[in-house]
């Protein structure tokens, strides 16, 4: 394994796992505040009980979350000086600023988990609002850091440094707006499926529990509408990515030939020697009218792209398939359970919505994922797309395979506590039958 | 070539020109000064974990873990906010320390890591003795690790050994510069000072006064140790480290300064003999503090010694302007919050008396 390799795959397993946990601390903010809401308007204790309980599995999260991004704001420098002492300084403003918006998140995150005794209810209601806010801010802060990545603005390159450095107009770079709503809607279809299929799952065995069914309508309500409206941002996306990195573009549609008309690509096996994707299905002309909105527009093909400069183009192909695939099962799901509520119908009594569930419950975490292996690996060689090589900007520390090999044994490792530690919480959740003392109004703070 | 002419004419002045620059390197400061104080003394608790003993050593732990739950989360984040400020404003600073100190950050990183998983885990995990111990004994040894490595980066940036060439040498390039006495009495100075704080700081919020004597007898040992590892920081600085041994034995303000700090030190041991908890705090905090701006003091003009100074590194004005004003909006939002934070969970110091 060669420095460079070790460097990405030391980056990319970082970022794999650091996202599932920023994932869930942007997303698990929000259930916990519309369960307590409920609980302050109705006085319901079953939605108290829902958001204390989902705020220990939040606290598990969100340690773990705060540990690896401080591992990525380190690594950043420790594996890539030379794109740091690049790009510091022009994208440093949305870094800043998602320091304070995870200052924000950590603070009321402690008044919210420890402060259930000690301040009135609506300041702890408060308190959830602000964690939920900052938690989005900062992802979405980070996010138009990445977004710079994929289309820099506000520089001017002269012999290879930047000059005339505009911060602001570098966090305006034309993708932060279509990636920051992607990213922020995956967090929440992502998290409000990982936690309705849980629920789901128990409801299967307890259908008579009402936690679980409480539960299981407050993840939905999350969850559905950001898968609903993903495809529509993801078609934002895909224009956006035609229109500035028609590499990438081209590698995530397995397109090689530039052309008029051209078809979608599904499945199959993309050859880049041949310049063909094998076993696929073509459907004519799509493909021109997704990347352009006209069924006769010519998309660029690999083929304008020197051949040093591609991509991965199997692995960016199938991860970009992947990621469509899994958020048109949550799409599907959505669909399937808004007819059941239309028809007010029991969700708890459909069982086979409630298996449907129980299997998509990992597909947000693993679209997500994938969408990131498009964005990263799409982009190569390029770290700043047409600007800075990766090669350019590792570190020239050697042995880089040392570092990489402990990482993923101390993720592995954390993985599984994490893991365990999430089984013991969701076996320990409450029985509570239809109507018992709990489900029974109390006056508010009681 | 004419600017930095121009900027080493200006160094000359006794009186430093207020910059962006000098106002955002003093912003790095302040956060690293609140890292340690606050952070720091989180990592102190961890310490003090490992270290307890006696017949109320589950009290001990209990409080050290009723302290820092709240609070580590958003006292971590200021270690975050000094490496995002020294990336942006000090580019090449940032990039020369993350080349130069792989090593030893990275082993800090898996300190950090560890310390708040495992305490996080201990906190929810089955409250079954074998259990607690176990991630207990992770998260106490990653508090005792961490401060460590983090004195021996700062260490090895004073000492002024870090590479200005891309290094061709492994060893020359990557584990001279950090692997040598002075590094490494600076990390036990951070160590021992880590730990001093937290003992001083739960001196305040123990319920009892058994408890409270126990971290007393803990806060005087760990002070005398924090003196130790200070007179052989300075004597090790002799060799090496040259700007840090000038600086602390000729310069002009020397004498002033470490009246200073022996008026700061010698406050805390007085309170702490007689029991003025709150008193010993301040004074404990204000001598932490001291040590730390001594430290930039010594160093001024150098981000790292000797050819990085905080103006020939800075970032373009644009990001620096943009930068001061992120800074001011954010302390507006920041300060209240952290008050609140602190005024929820530190307000009632004898909380578990009854």
Known sequence: ?????????????????????????????????????????????????????????????????????????????????????????????????????????????????????????????????????????????????????????????????????????????????????????????????????????????????????????????????????????????????????????????????????????????????????????????????????????????????????????????????????????????????????????????????????????????????????????????????????????????????????????????????????????????????????LAAPLPQGA | MSRSAHRSRRRCRRAPDVTLALVLAGAVMVGLTAYVLMGGADFGGGVWDLFASGPRKQQQRALIAEAIGPIWEANHVWLILVVVLLFVCFPSVFARISVALHIPLTLMLIGIVLRGSAFTFRTYDSQRDDVQRRWGLLFSWASLITPLLLGVSAGAVAAGSLPAATPTDFVEGFVAPWLQPFPFAVGTFALTLMAYLAAVYLTVEAFDGDLQDDFRRRAIASGVAVFLAAMMTLALARGGAPLVWRGLTSSRWAPLYHAMVAAAALTAFWALFTRRVRLARMAAAAQASLILWGWAAVQYPYLIPSDLTIENSAAPPATLKLVVIALIAGLVLLVPSLVYLFRVFKGVPSRRGA
């Not at chain 1, 009321?108 to 300041?123: C, D, M």
């Not at chain 1, 938690?135 to 000059?163: E, K, Y």
């Not at chain 1, 975490?365 to 060689?381: D, I, K, N, S, Y």
């Open chain 1, 1 to 437: 394994m060669t420095d460079l390799l070790a460097a990405r795959s030391q980056m990319g397993m970082s970022l794999a796992f650091h996202i599932v946990f920023a994932v869930i601390g942007i997303g698990m903010p929000l259930l916990m505040l519309v369960a307590e809401w409920r609980w302050q308007r109705t006085g319901d204790r079953v939605y108290l009980e829902l958001a204390r309980r989902w705020a220990k599995g939040t606290a598990i999260m969100f340690a773990v979350g705060a540990v690896s991004g401080t591992v990525l704001s380190f690594e950043l420098g420790l594996l890539w000086p030379e794109f740091m002492r690049f790009a510091g300084p022009i994208i440093g403003m949305p870094f800043s600023l998602e320091g304070f918006a995870f200052f924000t998140e950590a603070i009321f995150l402690g008044v919210y988990l420890y402060g259930w005794e000690r301040i009135a209810p609506r300041a702890h209601l408060a308190a959830g609002v602000l964690v939920a806010l900052s938690g989005a801010l900062s992802g979405i802060f980070v996010v138009i850091a990445n977004a710079w990545m994929n289309t820099p603005t506000g520089f001017d390159l002269v012999v290879g440094r930047p000059v005339n450095v505009d911060p602001i107009a570098a966090i305006l770079n034309p993708a932060a707006l279509t990636q920051t709503v992607h990213m922020t809607l995956a967090a929440y279809a992502a998290t409000g499926f990982g936690v309705a299929g849980i629920h789901a799952g128990l409801l299967l065995r307890k259908p008579a529990n009402l936690f679980h069914r409480r539960a299981l309508v407050v993840a939905l309500l999350v969850g559905g509408p950001a898968a609903l409206l993903q495809p529509l941002s993801g078609d934002r996306s895909a224009k956006m990515v035609a229109a500035e990195q028609p590499a990438k573009f081209a590698a995530m549609e397995g397109h090689f030939r530039t052309g008029r008309g051209a078809p979608f690509v599904l499945g199959g096996i993309p050859d880049a020697d041949a310049q063909t994707v094998r076993y696929a299905i073509e459907i004519p002309k799509v493909l021109s009218f997704l990347a352009h909105g006209d069924f006769d527009a010519e998309v660029t093909g690999l083929d304008r792209v020197p051949r040093d400069e591609w991509p991965n183009v199997p692995l960016v192909h199938w991860s970009f398939q992947l990621m469509v695939a899994f958020g048109m099962f949550l799409v599907l799901c959505t669909l399937l359970a808004a007819w059941a509520a239309f028809r007010r119908r029991e969700l708890a009594a459909q069982r086979s919505l409630l298996r449907l569930l129980v299997l998509a419950s990992p597909m947000g975490f693993l679209a997500v994922e994938a969408g990131w292996m498009v964005t990263e690996l799409g982009r190569q060689p390029w770290v700043i797309q047409g600007v800075m090589r990766t090669a350019e900007a590792v570190t020239p520390m050697p042995g880089l395979v040392v570092p990489f090999t402990f990482f993923t044994l101390l993720y592995v490792a954390l993985s599984a506590a994490v893991v365990w530690l999430m089984r013991r919480q969701i076996l320990k959740s409450p029985d509570v039958e239809e109507r018992p003392s």
